[in-house]
């Protein structure tokens, strides 16, 4: 990429300072450099001995034009192909579940040891009337044996068991193995007849004839994993007293997730085993994608209702929120396996459960893994370590420093482990808080909002970023490349040409800086504040980063030094994922260097986290009740292109809106996206029916793509790793 001669350090200089540990990267030292060289391709994924194929290096062009001294955006280069991974293998929805009663069922030996004891009840009276069958065609590997265990890792903080107030288990996969979902958006990226859902509680709906109303129709006598039946009621509490109780903060959406265009959407309970929700415009289709695993987490309405204050006058908010700390075992759930036992910053374990409703074709409840055990890691890193020496049996290959090490040991015939790289859809992005009213606190936070909502200094802030520096600082090899933000390469609606790209300019982020008033008129080189209640005082920003998002840190103190050469003071704080969460609740924040999310790669299932159409979303324009949220004019402009997209049935006429999309979004530097690169599934080779191709992260991440409770181990391989807790059973008192 073409730099100004007028940079206070060299680029090797630069470089130098971006090592950080963050991987050990190979860092070219040139002091100008061709737009987006393309690094030599070095890996491979699935054990495949076949190195990744890079694409042809774009031929290097001249110097970006310049205008008033300030240089015009660049054409985005194409990225390269990763070899080795498998094509995913698509079904229609009734090759992948049906519901229907069959002739008999089954059990591991242990449970039917219990139901000859009087523990349990026969599995016939445990499972739904019509339960959940998935064929044998479906399975990657084939029908399953029961028992053996998968071993994991996690490394956030568990709050507790409080889903639907929003209180965190803990990620890693373990919310998605204790909560259930009326439809699920994971296992779309399987499906090959059409992009919609895929049933789950809701085991079919239907539009009323004039689009006004969609009837659901939950999965009669499914019951929770203390026997306790789930019904409507259940999902009423959720809907009521979760999402719609102003005081119940955290939940995971809120009303303004349930309108449009400023109309509420109703929902009611018919009967026991029937819903129906309420829409101010015709046949919304895309509002079934917010009834999924992010927006509408089921709670247990006889666990919780007891302690919410709507039904409790002796208890308040913030101890209905904390009502099910992480020790309060087991937990009731209607997911695969339940949670027995806890030890803080040391293990998780659950047993099966054995109220669990999914059956396969020959009439085997599932799951077939009688446990899995958790193992607490200070980072993420730790578990793609343990996987590399078969300690572990799943990890997401999403932490830089690992890439080249664990690329290279996938290519072993040996490794007891395989990879699946996935697209282009792990960025790193640079959010700029643009809330005018929402988190300010004092002259400071007011002042800056004011500033981030100027695209001038947004502009200067993406000139300021050697994105192809940082690339090479992040992780060694072909792994990551500059990114301008806004939708991922990987992403179906991603436009190149719709990509407006400002290259790396000192000299132009200064000049417009100045443009909007910004000097440094006592020499120290930092920007004073031109006017207003700060007047004369020095710029300084905040800037955050969560720990555990390997490689957020190492771009956060990158853009530190960066920002320092354009005269802004950025003062930086590593802080842990549940913090920051409390961060963007409050919206206290200036800026944060995040790992996004899906919404970039799969706006058609996440369409209310790319503009400002919901309250709580995105974070970087967030509001609350009550806040005054003035949009900007090109926010505005999103806004309808967003509502086009959402509601258009065409695809083709939805990736035409998409290009508008990526186009506005980054010409106005919305947000500021800095390398982007792929995600690699690794699973250990013994953990069977692992679908083809399933990716690390698309519509959702790995547990909810690929369906744990299918996964099942050989007979001749589960001694080697033995259950802790053989044969116990989740029991409630």
């Known amino acids: 990429m073409t730099m100004d001669n007028s940079n206070p350090i060299s680029r090797r200089e630069f470089l130098k300072l971006l090592s ?37 290096a774009p031929a290097a062009s001249a110097a970006p034009a310049a205008t008033g001294g300030i240089l015009d955006p660049i054409p ?91 209180v965190s288990q803990g990620y890693f996969g373990i919310n998605s193995i204790v909560i259930e979902e009326l439809v699920k958006t994971g296992p779309m990226w399987l499906r090959g007849d059409k992009l919609e859902p895929v049933p789950n509680l809701a085991k079919e709906w239907a539009w009323s004839d004039d689009g006004m109303s969609l009837t659901m129709s939950l999965v009669k006598g499914i019951r929770w994993s203390d026997g306790e039946p789930f019904t409507a009621d259940d999902v009423m509490f959720t809907w009521e007293d979760l999402i719609l109780d102003a005081n119940v903060v955290r939940a995971p959406s809120k009303r303004s997730s349930w309108q449009i265009d400023g109309k509420d959407i109703t929902l009611e309970k018919v009967d026991d085993y029937t819903i129906k929700w309420t829409f101010p415009v015709a046949k919304p289709a895309y509002k079934l994608f917010d009834m999924n695993e992010n927006y509408f987490l089921i709670a247990p309405a006889h666990i919780h209702k007891p302690m919410h204050p709507k039904y409790n006058k002796d208890t308040d908010y913030q101890k209905f929120q904390d009502d099910l700390p992480p020790n309060a075992l087991p937990v009731v759930t209607l997911g695969p396996w339940v949670p027995v036992q806890y030890k803080t910053d040391e293990l998780m374990i659950f047993r099966r459960n054995p109220y669990y409703w999914k059956v396969d074709e020959s009439g085997q409840q599932l799951p077939y893994l009688n446990e899995i055990i958790f193992e607490h890691a200070s980072t993420g890193v730790i578990r793609t370590s343990k996987v590399m020496a078969n300690a572990c049996d799943h990890t997401n290959v999403e932490n830089p420093s690992t890439y080249r090490e664990v690329a290279t040991r996938a290519q072993d015939p040996n490794a007891p482990f395989r990879l699946e790289w996935g697209p282009e859809t792990l960025g790193f992005s640079l959010l700029i808080n643009q809330s005018l009213n929402f988190g300010t606190t004092d002259d400071r936070t007011k002042e800056l909002r ?9 502009r200067a802030l993406s000139h300021a970023i050697d994105r192809d520096g940082i690339a090479k600082s992040v992780a060694d090899g072909p792994f990551f490349r500059a990114w301008p933000g806004g939708l991922y390469p990987g992403s179906q609606f991603f436009d ?81 994922g549940n913090a920051m969460n409390e961060l963007n609740t409050s919206g206290q924040w200036d800026l944060q260097v995040s790992r996004v999310g899906q919404e970039w790669g799969v706006p058609n299932v996440r369409p209310r986290d790319i503009a400002p159409l919901a309250l709580e979303t995105p974070v970087f324009s967030r509001a609350g009740e009550g806040v005054e949220r003035p949009l900007q004019d090109f926010e505005q402009q999103l806004v309808s292109i967003v509502q086009q997209f959402a509601a258009e049935p065409d695809s083709a006429k939805q990736k035409d809106l998409m290009k508008q999309y990526q186009r506005i979004h980054t010409e106005q530097a919305y947000t500021l996206g800095v390398v982007i690169g792929r995600y690699a599934l690794g699973m250990t080779k013994t953990i069977k029916n692992v679908p083809v191709g399933a990716p690390a992260f698309l519509y959702q991440w790995d547990y909810d793509n690929f369906l744990p409770e299918q996964f099942w181990i050989a007979a001749e391989d589960q001694s080697k790793v033995p259950e802790t807790q053989a044969d116990v059973i989740p029991t409630y008192s």
């Open 76 to 166: 985005y280069p194409e990225g390269q192909v990763m070899a080795g991974s498998r094509t995913p293998k698509q079904f229609n929805l009734d090759q992948m579940v049906t519901y229907k009663k069959l002739d008999k069922y089954s059990e591991p030996e242990y449970i039917a040891k219990a139901v000859q004891a009087g523990q349990l009840p026969p599995v016939e009276q445990r499972l739904p009337e019509t339960p959940q069958v998935i064929p044998a065609a479906f399975f990657a590997d084939g029908v399953g044996t029961y028992g053996g265990v998968m071993r994991d890792v996690w490394a956030s903080p568990t709050e507790g068991w409080n889903w639907g107030a929003g």
């Open 450 to 458: 004011k500033l981030f909502r100027q695209q001038k200094f947004r």
């Open 496 to 576: 190149r040409d719709s990509t407006v790209y400002y290259p790396y300019s000192v000299a132009s982020a200064k000049a417009l800086l100045a443009e909007i008033g910004l000097k440094d008129t006592d020499g120290n080189g930092i920007l004073l504040w031109p006017d207003g209640p700060l007047k004369g005082q020095p710029i300084v920003i905040g800037l955050t980063a969560v720990e555990d998002a390997e490689g957020a840190p190492t771009i956060a103190q990158a853009l530190v030094t960066l920002f320092k050469q354009i005269g802004l003071q950025v003062n930086y704080r590593q802080i842990q």
């Open 20 to 56: 950080l540990g963050a991987g050990s990267g190979i860092l070219a030292a040139c002091a100008a450099a061709p737009p987006a060289e393309q690094p030599a391709a070095t890996t491979a994924a699935g054990g495949s001995t076949a190195a990744p194929a890079a694409s042809a």
